[in-house]
């Protein structure tokens, strides 16, 4: 089974200053490679040059919802301190 999610900044996203705001994408793209290294991500990427500047992202896992759920939920506060919210 397979799960699109959608990478959509959170309404209560902080504004972060540039060196907070790259150390969180850092973080958000290592946790993304750890899942890929296990193989639960199969392909992601972002959406540049949209209208609606929320919609952030794209990632499709090889698990099913529930699991996607947890698994996003389960990253460090750290890793998504004004991160994009999943659905």
């Known amino acids: 089974q397979h799960t699109l999610v959608l ?3 959170r309404a209560d996203a902080p ?3 540039d060196d907070q705001a790259a150390a969180v994408q850092d973080a958000h793209l290592a946790s993304q490679a750890d899942l890929y290294d ?9 959406f540049d040059g949209q209208e609606d ?3 952030r ?3 499709i896992l090889s698990v099913p919802p529930d699991e ?5 939920a ?4 750290s890793r ?5 919210s999943r659905r």
């Open 7 to 9: 990478l959509v900044t």
């Open 80 to 84: 998504r301190v004004g991160s994009p």
């Open 15 to 17: 504004d972060l200053p």
């Open 57 to 59: 992202g794209i990632a």
């Open 68 to 72: 996607a759920r947890r698994l996003y």
């Open 53 to 55: 500047e929320r919609l």
């Open 38 to 46: 296990k193989g639960l991500l199969l392909a992601a990427g972002p």
């Open 74 to 77: 389960s990253e460090p506060p």
